[in-house]
């Protein structure tokens, strides 16, 4: 319905923070370096916005590529990357924060619409798809993907909540 939420991690209760208007918004992140919440359109746009978390409102940051439909985002705090995931072809690409630019990272396999979260506790990349399936891919070893699950039923959306507290950026 084009709005963002907060959820309520005890009750699950939601609460209306605001409209962004976008269609088919799929992929949300946090960017913990610079405290800005993106959001990826999917289908209708392929493009690349910062959201506002008081309001809800969204500012088009760029185009992500013709036809690329990015649908998971995960920040890598240990590389300063703004991480996506297309679906279907399971590419992954470091997105800029500043013109949504893409550039190519690995391929480690295909998935079918999927979530993406990155473990900072581990430095391992979580992808979890429509299909059932929950990966691990390990930037250490060129990006390498394990399939760690399969059968789990239908999922879109991911997120990793970390056992430590993330440090903050290191201007360079």
Same mark, same amino acid.
Request: glycine share 16%.
């Given at each position: 319905?084009?709005?963002?939420?907060? *959820?309520?991690?005890?009750?699950?209760?939601?609460?209306?923070?605001?409209?962004?208007?976008?269609?088919? !918004?799929?992929? !949300?992140?946090?960017?913990?370096?610079?405290?800005?919440?993106?959001?990826?359109?999917?289908? /209708? $746009?392929?493009? *690349?916005?910062?959201?506002?978390?008081?309001?809800?409102?969204?500012? !088009?940051? /760029?185009?992500?590529?013709?036809?690329?439909?990015? $649908?998971?985002?995960?920040?890598?705090?240990k590389r300063g990357q703004l991480v996506g995931v297309e679906d279907g072809s399971g590419q992954l690409f470091n997105v800029n924060r500043s013109t949504a630019a893409l550039t190519a990272i690995a391929s480690p396999g295909n998935n079918n619409d999927s979530g993406l979260a990155y473990d900072y +506790?581990? +430095? *391992?990349?979580?992808?979890? +798809?429509?299909?059932?399936?929950?990966?691990?891919?390990?930037?250490?070893? $060129?990006?390498?993907?394990?399939?760690?699950?399969?059968?789990? /039923?239908?999922? +879109? /959306? !991911?997120?990793?909540?970390?056992?430590?507290?993330?440090?903050?950026?290191?201007?360079?």
């Amino acid at each position: 319905n084009a709005n963002l939420y907060t *959820l309520n991690r005890n009750t699950g209760a939601a609460t209306l923070v605001g409209a962004h208007g976008i269609t088919d !918004l799929f992929g !949300l992140e946090f960017d913990t370096s610079t405290g800005t919440l993106y959001g990826t359109q999917f289908v /209708g $746009g392929s493009n *690349l916005y910062r959201l506002s978390t008081g309001t809800g409102a969204a500012t !088009l940051v /760029g185009n992500v590529g013709n036809g690329i439909g990015i $649908g998971g985002l995960a920040y890598d705090s240990k590389r300063g990357q703004l991480v996506g995931v297309e679906d279907g072809s399971g590419q992954l690409f470091n997105v800029n924060r500043s013109t949504a630019a893409l550039t190519a990272i690995a391929s480690p396999g295909n998935n079918n619409d999927s979530g993406l979260a990155y473990d900072y +506790d581990a +430095d *391992l990349f979580y992808n979890y +798809d429509w299909s059932g399936n929950f990966f691990r891919i390990d930037p250490s070893a $060129g990006y390498a993907r394990t399939r760690l699950f399969t059968g789990t /039923g239908s999922h +879109d /959306g !991911l997120a990793y909540v970390g056992t430590t507290v993330q440090p903050p950026a290191v201007p360079e």
